[in-house]
């Protein structure tokens, strides 16, 4: 920077700061003050012991003074001024200058802060802390822009509850639409990540609703991506292709291609039916690395890793999550580590890595401590089971097989879960749109009637027709509105693959069982049973397969059932079955039969390359009494003794028998 130009004395006319009392005392005031400051140090250190005596001193490059009769100078060609008028000049050349030369601009700054946002965090927080110093010269929309900066960086850093807060007072009382349509858009994404799934399906169609009043593109842009990527994780990947259609149709000019084509390749792989090596994703992560957008290519390796390893290619998947986890935890981005770690320990393990795999999935519990429900923490805790399982640490192994059972149920509750509060919230709307429409039928065909009245003689015929007509409309809106509640009460209660009861409903109609059969003493028995090596049958064979064996399990087992035994699926490849009036003594021929239904499903045709076979465990009312949680826990039990024994076999809860002799026995109850 250069030196800020000297201020020459003639430039200062105002003859009221001569004196150090009236309208000029408060200006020279702060000359004294940063005169007082500057003691000490080069011209502009001015004692006012030494002020004149400064003054009549040369110094280099300045011609020497020139000195009147009273011993006071004045610097050469220029006439003197009186004392106080050379200080102030000197003081305003020594300070204002160089502070307009170190001031950013608060619009510049703010430009630089959405730059920054997901390329560069830390540069973003500093670009904050910049803002903050210079609030009080910020203008009101700046302001708010900046609180709704605040407002991301707080969800972006975890703290999800104070970055809604703020976000919902943006939207209630910021003055600048286009502020109020970028919170709700951020808060649509809190929303999805709080798990509040019927909020933020609401919160999506209110922001598809606004849409055409924004003209912004980046907002629109912004707002396109968070509704791509919400109806990918709701499975609907055909929307959220259309989304990223969207995206491209509404890009900003100089905006990059990096959020459009992560969203895009992420659907697809979502969606099922790619390769590690599939050209559209090394395309995507070459734009966003481009782009300096690290956090989406390194999601877009995550897809690629879980492809590798369900390929059994584990060995370059360590290469590729090694290579890139320094980045990834230098972006600082917790629920990207977590997953990392995670599908690194995955490999690791598939390789034998035992030690290496058990550290990393450690680190990788310890990064989404934060969030109770994600797959990470479920592929964790499942290689922590199978390293202590390995090494013979059967207390060990039970824990974790108990956190990683619990973390995958809850995993897979919550996505069904979200598809479910996807298809309410779809069905409302729904309903509440043909509501409106046939609201607006009748106001219309009202408005017609009105007009009819006057010419009722003439269009008697007319006024008959119409309200025929509106008495179908009406009777058609029904049967629709009847028929949707008839379909959303059957999503809501069964499950949408095997078409048996979905573990909520389940819950419900066998407590009510239990309870009438506690008030009538009679007993009921619970069974529990896994596929056994699933997760095989849907690596060797694919999902659709895997699909397919959960559909004849369903369906061999209800062959086996009365009208008055509840059967439910409890979530990914585990059933139950509640039988009332059978006592655990009679329990033990049934339980045999449904195994040998379920294992002879490998003998058909379509599954014949398929090994299908399940582990039974089961409780009574007799022992674990009729509370549902107890029986649940005691044949939960039994279960896990099944396929320690070996799988494939039928295990009553203790104490009622030791553990099983061989695979498909049972040993007698002690």
Same mark, same amino acid.
């Given at each position: 920077?250069?030196?800020?130009?000297?201020?020459?004395?003639?430039?200062?006319?105002?003859?009221?700061?001569?004196?150090?009392?009236?309208?000029?005392?408060?200006? &020279?005031?702060?000359?004294?003050?940063?005169?007082?400051?500057?003691?000490?140090?080069?011209?502009?250190?001015?004692?006012?012991?030494?002020?004149?005596?400064?003054?009549?001193?040369?110094?280099?490059?300045?011609?020497?003074?020139?000195?009147?009769? $009273?011993?006071?100078?004045?610097?050469?060609?220029?006439?003197?001024?009186?004392?106080?008028?050379?200080? @102030?000049?000197?003081?305003?050349?020594?300070?204002?200058?160089?502070?307009?030369?170190?001031?950013?601009?608060?619009?510049?700054?703010?430009?630089?802060? /959405?730059?920054?946002?997901?390329?560069?965090?830390?540069?973003?927080?500093?670009?904050?802390?910049?803002?903050?110093?210079?609030?009080?010269?910020?203008? /009101?929309?700046?302001? =708010?822009?900046?609180? +709704?900066?605040?407002? &991301?960086?707080?969800?972006?850093?975890?703290?999800?509850?104070?970055?809604?807060?703020? @976000? %919902?007072?943006?939207?209630?009382? #910021?003055?600048?639409?286009?502020?109020?349509?970028?919170?709700?858009?951020? @808060? @649509?994404?809190?929303?999805?990540?709080?798990?509040? +799934?019927?909020?933020?399906?609401?919160?999506?169609?209110?922001?598809?609703?606004?849409?055409?009043?924004?003209?912004?593109?980046?907002?629109?842009?912004?707002?396109?991506?968070?509704?791509?990527?919400?109806?990918?994780?709701?499975?609907?990947?055909?929307?959220?292709?259309?989304?990223?259609?969207?995206?491209?149709?509404?890009?900003?000019?100089?905006? *990059?291609?990096?959020?459009?084509?992560?969203?895009?390749?992420?659907?697809?792989?979502?969606?099922?039916?790619?390769?590690?090596?599939?050209?559209?994703?090394?395309?995507?992560?070459?734009?966003?690395?481009?782009?300096?957008?690290?956090?989406?290519?390194?999601?877009?390796?995550?897809?690629?890793?879980?492809?590798?390893?369900?390929?059994?290619?584990?060995?370059?998947?360590?290469?590729?999550?090694?290579?890139?986890?320094?980045?990834?935890?230098?972006?600082?981005?917790? %629920?990207?580590?977590?997953?990392?770690?995670?599908?690194?320990?995955?490999?690791?393990?598939?390789?034998?890595? =035992?030690?290496?795999?058990?550290?990393?999935?450690?680190?990788?519990?310890?990064?989404?401590?934060?969030?109770?429900?994600?797959?990470?923490?479920?592929?964790?805790?499942?290689?922590?089971?199978?390293?202590?399982?390995?090494?013979?640490?059967?207390?060990?192994?039970?824990? &974790?097989?108990?956190?990683?059972?619990?973390?995958?149920?809850?995993?897979?509750?919550? $996505?069904?879960?979200?598809?479910?509060?996807?298809?309410?919230?779809?069905?409302?709307?729904? /309903?509440?749109?043909? /509501?409106?429409?046939?609201?607006?039928?009748?106001?219309?065909?009202?408005?017609?009637?009105?007009?009819?009245?006057?010419?009722?003689?003439?269009?008697?015929?007319?006024?008959?027709?119409?309200?025929?007509?509106?008495?179908?409309?009406?009777?058609?809106?029904?049967?629709?509105?009847?028929?949707?509640?008839?379909?959303?009460?059957?999503?809501?209660?069964?499950? *949408?693959?095997?078409?048996?009861?979905?573990?909520?409903?389940?819950?419900?109609?066998?407590?009510?069982?239990? $309870?009438?059969?506690?008030?009538?003493?009679?007993?009921?028995?619970?069974?529990?049973?896994?596929?056994?090596?699933?997760?095989?049958?849907?690596?060797?064979?694919?999902?659709?397969?895997?699909?397919?064996?959960?559909?004849?399990?369903?369906?061999?087992?209800?062959?086996?059932?009365?009208?008055?035994?509840?059967?439910?699926?409890?979530?990914?490849?585990?059933?139950?079955?509640?039988?009332?009036?059978?006592?655990?003594?009679?329990?033990?021929?049934?339980?045999?039969?449904?195994?040998?239904?379920? #294992?002879?499903?490998?003998?058909?045709?379509?599954?014949?390359?398929?090994?299908?076979?399940?582990?039974?465990?089961?409780? *009574?009312?007799?022992?674990?009494?009729?509370?549902?949680?107890?029986?649940?826990?005691?044949?939960?039990?039994?279960?896990?003794?099944?396929?320690?024994?070996?799988?494939?076999?039928?295990?009553?809860?203790?104490?009622?028998?030791?553990?099983?002799?061989?695979?498909?026995?049972?040993?007698?109850?002690?």
């Amino acid at each position: 920077m250069g030196q800020p130009a000297p201020v020459r004395p003639l430039a200062i006319r105002n003859p009221l700061l001569h004196a150090r009392t009236g309208p000029g005392a408060a200006l &020279w005031r702060i000359v004294e003050r940063r005169r007082a400051a500057r003691a000490g140090q080069g011209r502009c250190d001015m004692d006012p012991a030494n002020d004149s005596k400064r003054a009549l001193q040369p110094s280099a490059g300045r011609p020497r003074s020139r000195v009147d009769a $009273a011993g006071r100078g004045s610097p050469a060609g220029h006439p003197r001024l009186p004392r106080p008028m050379w200080v @102030l000049a000197a003081a305003l050349a020594c300070a204002t200058p160089t502070h307009a030369q170190t001031t950013v601009p608060a619009t510049e700054l703010i430009a630089r802060a /959405e730059q920054q946002r997901t390329a560069d965090n830390a540069g973003f927080r500093a670009s904050l802390a910049q803002l903050d110093a210079s609030r009080q010269a910020l203008t /009101e929309p700046q302001k =708010w822009h900046l609180r +709704y900066l605040h407002a &991301w960086q707080q969800d972006f850093g975890g703290d999800i509850e104070g970055a809604q807060r703020n @976000l %919902r007072e943006i939207i209630a009382q #910021a003055p600048d639409p286009l502020i109020r349509f970028r919170a709700r858009t951020t @808060l @649509l994404n809190t929303m999805a990540l709080t798990r509040h +799934y019927e909020d933020a399906y609401r919160e999506l169609d209110l922001l598809m609703q606004e849409m055409p009043q924004v003209q912004d593109l980046a907002a629109r842009f912004q707002a396109l991506a968070e509704a791509a990527q919400l109806m990918t994780a709701a499975g609907q990947y055909d929307l959220s292709l259309r989304f990223v259609d969207q995206m491209l149709a509404n890009r900003p000019p100089g905006a *990059g291609l990096c959020r459009a084509r992560f969203n895009a390749e992420h659907a697809r792989y979502r969606r099922g039916g790619l390769k590690s090596n599939d050209a559209g994703f090394a395309e995507a992560i070459g734009l966003c690395e481009a782009e300096g957008e690290t956090g989406f290519a390194n999601q877009l390796r995550c897809d690629i890793a879980e492809m590798l390893i369900s390929q059994h290619e584990a060995a370059a998947a360590i290469v590729l999550l090694r290579r890139h986890l320094p980045e990834v935890e230098r972006f600082g981005y917790k %629920r990207q580590m977590a997953h990392f770690k995670a599908l690194l320990a995955q490999a690791l393990l598939a390789e034998g890595q =035992w030690g290496a795999a058990r550290s990393s999935a450690l680190a990788a519990i310890d990064d989404g401590r934060g969030d109770g429900i994600s797959e990470p923490l479920a592929i964790a805790y499942q290689v922590l089971y199978a390293v202590a399982h390995r090494a013979g640490n059967d207390t060990e192994a039970l824990a &974790w097989y108990q956190k990683y059972s619990e973390a995958e149920r809850a995993y897979l509750d919550d $996505a069904s879960a979200q598809a479910q509060a996807y298809q309410r919230v779809h069905l409302r709307l729904a /309903e509440r749109r043909r /509501e409106a429409e046939a609201l607006g039928s009748r106001n219309r065909i009202l408005q017609l009637q009105q007009s009819l009245d006057r010419k009722a003689m003439q269009a008697s015929g007319l006024l008959i027709a119409l309200l025929l007509t509106l008495l179908a409309s009406v009777a058609f809106w029904v049967f629709r509105l009847k028929r949707s509640q008839r379909r959303f009460m059957r999503l809501a209660r069964h499950d *949408g693959l095997t078409g048996i009861f979905n573990r909520q409903h389940f819950v419900e109609c066998a407590e009510e069982v239990l $309870a009438a059969a506690s008030l009538r003493h009679e007993p009921a028995c619970l069974i529990l049973f896994d596929l056994d090596h699933f997760k095989q049958i849907n690596d060797a064979h694919g999902h659709l397969v895997g699909d397919r064996v959960l559909r004849r399990t369903a369906e061999v087992c209800r062959q086996q059932l009365r009208r008055n035994d509840i059967f439910g699926r409890l979530g990914g490849e585990e059933f139950g079955i509640l039988l009332p009036g059978c006592a655990v003594d009679t329990v033990m021929a049934r339980a045999e039969a449904i195994r040998a239904a379920i #294992a002879s499903t490998s003998d058909e045709r379509d599954l014949r390359d398929v090994t299908v076979s399940a582990s039974l465990g089961i409780a *009574g009312t007799r022992d674990a009494g009729y509370d549902l949680r107890q029986l649940m826990a005691d044949a939960d039990d039994a279960l896990y003794r099944a396929k320690h024994a070996g799988r494939n076999q039928v295990v009553i809860a203790s104490p009622f028998c030791d553990e099983p002799e061989s695979a498909g026995a049972v040993s007698p109850a002690r």
